[in-house]
């Protein structure tokens, strides 16, 4: 039975994200009493401080998942040297009306790919200043800057060989830190 449910937001909204393809694989590294799942963010209208107290109803659906969920997990790119729009589009939603922020308190993972070496490092950064403002407690280490290279994943779009021990530590850290923050 699943105790822990996390909110999974993944950054990118193209159709064959390497970073959606990262978020449903490194879920298959968490032990039967985790469940994840991706929230969709692509619905979400532009951000507008005149609609806080009408939000549209894709709005409403992103606040309640949040809501309900134990933990998240942010599996974004990095889109010139910071995180995408569209990531930061839905953070503003659900952190409103004021007094009413969602996210405060849940415990977060972050991680990242890129076809780029130092790729999602910045990225992280800068979504780590956003998330302590929202009172999101990040785990630190170990960080996840993960290269999308040749082996990734494998055929079946599990974690590939070479990244799969280094996965499954970061999951195991993850899972700690949701269970120790979870409320
Ligand atoms: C607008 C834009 C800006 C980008 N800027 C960066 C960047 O700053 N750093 C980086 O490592 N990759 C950058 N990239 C490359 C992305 O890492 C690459 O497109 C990646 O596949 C996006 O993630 P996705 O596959 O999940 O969509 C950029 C891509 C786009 C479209």
Redo the contacts with the bound molecule.
Sequence with gaps: MSLFKIAVIVG?L?RD????KLASAVARLAPPDFTFKQVPIGDLPPYNQDDDENQAEPVKRLKKEIEMAQGLLFVT?????SFPGVLKNAIDHASRPYGQNSWAGKPAGIIG????A???SVAQQHLRNVLAYIDVPTLNQPEAFIQ?IEGLFDEAGNIGTDSKQFLQDWMDRYVAWVKKLAV
Excluded at 17 to 20: A, I, L
Excluded at 113 to 116: E, F, M
Aim: no cysteine; charged share 20%; aromatic share 10%.
């Design positions: 990118s193209r994200s390497f970073n959606r790119p990095e889109y010139n040297r790919a890129s076809p780029g130092p790729g999602t999308v």
